[in-house]
């Protein structure tokens, strides 16, 4: 990765996380470059990174080994049209972070491309992510290590074979954060309307959340297993579980992870 020039088309949250992260591991903020819209946007990063930057995505296609796609799905089209124009007869490994684009989507708008196309989710903006990456046609041993090391300086990383698998990652980890936020937001107002102030109760749930992924992440046994361990019979957590389990709680979520699968796939094509 570090003697490639990476470039970015795109510079939002998750561009700006991924620039961040290469160069806390090391890589030369003078070989990235990134382009974007909004001038006001490169000059922070310019500033904050010290990376090349340009209003042009031409500056960047003409110039990097790697391109990474970081714009909204919606204008990936007249993105790439661009793109295919000032790349020529250069062929970039292209790295796609955005949502519901598929391998042959990109390879039909730049050409017969090396692509990788990836399911991040937001936790890489504080380098804790988990990416799903699937390599298309013509992508070599070298370029899919590359692309592991370019988003895997953000966290963890999963490549998957079928490229139909990624609309699973994108139902348990993709979206899989808010699923989070959500019971989090429920437990604050929960402990609000059982007396707490706003701000003991979300200090409360934030760190437990924290206290119990970190739990999770460190220990050898399975959170079912961890689950049986704080669960006393008869006890308080028995009582809250017994809740959950009435309401059919994992059958709710197998649900809700079934919804955002089959709408990644919907998104898809």
Not at 15 to 31: D, F, V
């Amino acid at each position: 990765m570090a003697q490639q020039i990476i470039g970015f088309i795109g510079a939002g949250n998750m561009a700006t996380a991924l620039a961040g992260g290469m160069i806390a591991k090391g890589i030369r903020p003078a070989r990235i470059w990134m382009s974007d819209v909004s001038a006001d946007r490169l000059d922070e990063l310019n500033r904050q990174h010290r990376v090349h930057v340009s209003t042009r995505n031409s500056d960047v296609a003409e110039r990097a080994d790697v391109l990474v796609l970081a714009v909204k799905p919606q204008v990936m089209a007249d993105v790439c049209a661009v793109l295919r124009d000032s790349l020529g007869d250069r062929q970039p490994l292209i790295i796609s972070i955005a949502a519901g684009i598929t391998v042959a989507n990109l390879r039909e708008w730049l050409g017969d491309l090396p692509v990788v196309r990836t399911m991040p989710n937001t936790p890489a903006l504080v380098q804790a992510g988990a990416t799903g990456l699937f390599a298309g046609p013509g992508v070599s041993d070298a370029q899919r290590e590359l692309a592991g090391q370019i988003i895997g300086s953000v966290g963890l990383t999963f490549w998957f074979e079928q490229e139909s698998e990624l609309d699973v990652v994108t139902a348990v980890s993709g979206s899989g954060p808010a699923y989070f936020f959500l019971m989090m937001e429920a437990m604050i107002d929960a402990g609000i309307q059982m007396g707490l102030d706003e701000r003991t109760a979300r200090q409360l749930v934030l760190q437990t959340a924290w206290g119990a992924a970190q739990l999770a992440i460190t220990s050898e046994n399975p959170p079912a297993r961890l689950r049986e361990q704080v669960t006393s019979p008869g006890g308080t957590t028995a009582a809250a579980l017994d809740v959950f389990e009435q309401a059919d709680f994992r059958a709710l979520v197998n649900k809700a992870l079934g919804a955002a699968r089959q709408r990644a796939g919907e998104l898809a094509k």
